[in-house]
């Protein structure tokens, strides 16, 4: 038996779970990782509590898609993602990618995860898949450093490309990896951070970045390993990259991906607005599932993704911030509340739209079960205390708290969050993070920044730091 924590008192706490249940006045007892019982009057003999009282307590939300060492590569206005085009757009911006080195991944890391946490979101997915020769190999191990020091829950994306420009690739020659490259270190980190184990802390998926810019090999490859290993699939789709697929291949990029068996119920893709209904029906046969990432859909002007028909066909869906360089924030309640009014700035056409507490189970439930964690996703007896609470009490949501459930995203309830608990330990609260020195952190990541970053690339030439 772990340490004993009982969440007391809270205004209300909305499950998440298959029955919907929402709980007013009532306790969370945690013990350890995971929450043994929820309900009012919980005895809470010998435990620490935590005063809930004025919160509503969601469950941590999951975050499903992003790009961490992204976030060194924000607020630039010389690489404007809504006024370029997306060939002009990752002309630029991977010249500046390329710069990226292990000291920028592991600050850039820690600055996304500290707004993840403080937004809520307690389990991230990241797709690494920027290894610039210069970097070296161990980019994802300072990422698993950086997540171990925040209390982070993550699972890492190892992604790679692997076509050459002069094969038609848009990837400078110094980010390429060969497909022995790639599925080598792949291998290295599943044996170093994967397990099936109940509330681990960390996991690991094969994730080629995209298929425009890969060999099929490492398609084939990645799922060969991936299924050896019992690890998850994942890779950008759907967002444009259809009509080089079909001039390049004959063939749509979903199609693709089925011929080498890169869909099933371990696989889930980015994006997807480029979809058609014939290819929903066909994720859902097959289990695909799909993380959808409004913010950078809205920034580059693409078509507002159809989730009542994905519903309808029965796809999975995830919610993910996406890297900085299409999102500028990690702010996955910011993203919540983005999702929720592009559904309904559809909803007369598409005859409704969903809810915004439909939104918030596919950002908690359905994300959990996107990155294969039966364990999380919900407040449940027997889950991972993987929990946020919001404090509700406060003057500006005063008429507001008779609908917990549709609060966040109807309200824009997007600011940092009152406390965040990982795997039952607070890792968040009051404004600050549990356990580090944050304006070190904070010194070190904008040194950082200028060093690997800023003072190498011209489209910061103009700017001053401070
Ligand atoms: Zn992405």
Redesign the pocket.
């Known amino acids: 038996m772990g340490e004993r924590v009982v969440i007391k008192g809270a205004r209300a706490i909305v499950s998440c779970d298959p029955s919907d249940t929402l709980y007013r006045g009532a306790d969370i007892l945690v013990e350890g990782p995971a929450v043994v019982a929820i309900g009012p009057g919980l005895d809470s003999g010998g435990a620490e509590i935590i005063d809930a009282g004025g919160m509503f307590v969601y469950p941590g939300l999951v975050n499903t898609?992003h790009?961490f060492f992204q976030t060194f590569v924000r607020n630039l206005a010389a690489v404007d993602y809504p006024s370029l085009s997306v060939l002009d757009w990752i002309g630029k911006i991977y010249e500046i990618f390329k710069l990226i080195d292990e000291r920028a991944v592991y600050y850039s890391s820690l600055a996304a995860m500290a707004d993840l946490l403080k937004h809520g979101c307690t389990c991230a997915f990241d797709?690494q898949y920027c290894f610039p020769r210069r970097a070296g190999k161990r980019l994802v191990d300072r990422q698993m450093e950086a997540a171990s020091l925040l209390g982070i829950r993550y699972h890492a994306g190892r992604g790679a490309n692997t076509l050459p420009k002069a094969e038609g690739s848009l990837i400078p020659d110094e980010m390429l990896e060969t497909t022995d490259e790639f599925l080598a270190d792949c291998d290295r980190l599943i044996g170093l951070y994967h397990s099936d184990e109940p509330f681990r802390m960390t996991d690991v998926v094969v994730s080629p970045c995209q298929p425009v810019n890969c060999r099929r090999e490492t398609f084939v490859e990645s799922v060969a390993l991936a299924r050896d290993r019992g690890v998850r699939l994942h890779t950008?789709l759907g967002e444009g990259e259809n009509a080089p697929m079909l001039e390049r291949w004959g063939k749509r990029t979903l199609a693709w991906c089925e011929d080498l068996g890169f869909v099933g119920p371990d696989v889930w893709y980015?994006h997807g607005w480029e979809l058609e209904p014939g290819e929903y029906r066909a994720m859902a046969s097959t289990g695909t599932g799909l993380s959808h990432c409004p913010a950078p859909a809205i920034l580059g002007g693409f078509p507002v993704l159809d989730i009542p028909a994905l519903g309808r066909a029965g796809v999975r869906l995830g919610l993910g911030c996406?890297?900085s360089a299409t999102n500028d924030s990690s702010n996955l309640l910011d993203s919540l509340r983005v999702a929720w009014m592009m559904q309904a700035s559809r909803g007369k056409e598409r005859g409704g739209c969903p809810s915004a507490y439909d939104m918030l189970k596919i950002a908690t439930a359905g994300g959990a079960g996107l990155l294969g964690r039966g364990d999380l996703g919900s407040l449940e007896p027997g889950k991972a205390a993987d929990l946020f609470m919001v404090d509700a009490s406060g003057l500006e949501f005063a008429g507001a708290d008779h609908d917990p459930a549709n609060f966040l995203a109807r309200l824009g309830a997007t600011g940092p969050v009152s406390l965040t608990m990982v795997n039952g330990k607070v890792v968040y609260e009051g404004g600050r993070l549990v356990g580090v020195d944050e304006e070190r952190l904070a010194a070190e990541a904008a040194e950082a920044c200028d060093g690997a970053v800023r003072s190498r690339s011209p489209a910061y030439s103009g700017y001053a730091r401070r």
């Open positions: 898609h790009h797709h950008h980015a996406d890297g």
